[in-house]
C-alpha cells in the first residue's frame, strides 16, 4: 500500500493570509485528489492531477502535481473562514484506480 | 438528485452485536465502495465493487462482511462488532472503476461499546 503523508497536520490563519498545504509519497501516483471535508459531512473532491507538472486552479485555490508524480501542493490565496476544513489528497495505484489511498489530512482552520 | 445516502446516521451497538449499515447511490454507478475514518489514521478503504455481483476486498476487510445484488446497493455487515470497529463509516460511488468523480456519502458513526 502506498503511503501519502501531508503537512502541516494542523494549520490556524487570519483570514486574508495565503497559505499551501503538501501530500508527499516515495511512491509513484497515477492520479492524485484533493478532498475538503467539514464536520459532520463526508468528503467532496475539489480537484483530480494525472499530469506530472499539473497545475489546476479553482477560485483562490492552485493544486500542483509534481513532475515525478509523487507529491502535489494546495495553495489558498486571500484564505477565507469557509475555507475552514480537512484537507485530505488520496492517490490510486498503478493504472487500475480500484483502490485510493488517503493522507490523514490537514485540519484547516481560517479565523475572522 | 439524493446521491449517495447512508442510513442510520448513528448507532450505538454493544460487543457482539451485528448489523448493516446501508448505502444505496441514484446515479447508476458501477464503482462503490466502504471506508472507515478515525482520527489520525485518515479515511481506510474496506471493501470495494466495480459491479453488481462483484466484490473485494480493501485494506481493512476482517470483521466486514459485503455484497452487491443491484447496482444502486451495497449494504456493509459488520457480523460480531467490536469496539475496534467504532469509526465513522463512509459509502462512497463513482461512474466506473476507472472514473474520477467520486462521491461520498454523509458519514454514519458507530459505537461499539
Known amino acids: 500500500t502506498q503511503l501519502l503523508e501531508q503537512s502541516p497536520q494542523f494549520l490556524s490563519i487570519q483570514e486574508g493570509e495565503n497559505l499551501t498545504v503538501y501530500c508527499n509519497s516515495s511512491s509513484v501516483f497515477s492520479s492524485l485528489q484533493w478532498y475538503r471535508q467539514e464536520p459532520g459531512e463526508g468528503p467532496v473532491l475539489l480537484v483530480t492531477?494525472?499530469?506530472?507538472?499539473e497545475v489546476k486552479k479553482l477560485k483562490r485555490l492552485t493544486f500542483q502535481f509534481g513532475d515525478a508524480r509523487k507529491d502535489s501542493s494546495l495553495h489558498i490565496t486571500a484564505a477565507q473562514p469557509g475555507d475552514t476544513g480537512l484537507y485530505l489528497c488520496?492517490?490510486?495505484?498503478?493504472?487500475?484506480?480500484?483502490?485510493?489511498?488517503f493522507g490523514k489530512g490537514t485540519l484547516l482552520t481560517v479565523n475572522p | 438528485n439524493a446521491g449517495v445516502t447512508q442510513t442510520p446516521k448513528f448507532q450505538v451497538l454493544k460487543t457482539g452485536q451485528s448489523m448493516t449499515l446501508q448505502c444505496a447511490q441514484d446515479?447508476?454507478?458501477?464503482?462503490m465502495s466502504w471506508y472507515r475514518q478515525d482520527p489520525g489514521m485518515g479515511l481506510r478503504l474496506i471493501h470495494y465493487?466495480?459491479?453488481?455481483?462483484?466484490?473485494d476486498q480493501g485494506e481493512v476487510p476482517n470483521g466486514y462482511n459485503v455484497s452487491r445484488s443491484t447496482t444502486e446497493d451495497f449494504p456493509l455487515r459488520l457480523l460480531s462488532a467490536a469496539p475496534s470497529q467504532t469509526s465513522v463509516y463512509f459509502c462512497?460511488?463513482?461512474?466506473?472503476?476507472?472514473?474520477?468523480?467520486?462521491?461520498f456519502g454523509p458519514g454514519t458513526r458507530l459505537t461499539v461499546t
Open positions: 492531477v494525472v499530469t506530472g507538472g
Open positions: 446515479m447508476n454507478h458501477e464503482y
Open positions: 488520496a492517490g490510486s495505484e498503478g493504472g487500475s484506480n480500484y483502490k485510493l489511498t
Open positions: 465493487s466495480v459491479g453488481a455481483g462483484i466484490t
Open positions: 462512497a460511488s463513482r461512474g466506473t472503476a476507472s472514473s474520477y468523480e467520486q462521491y
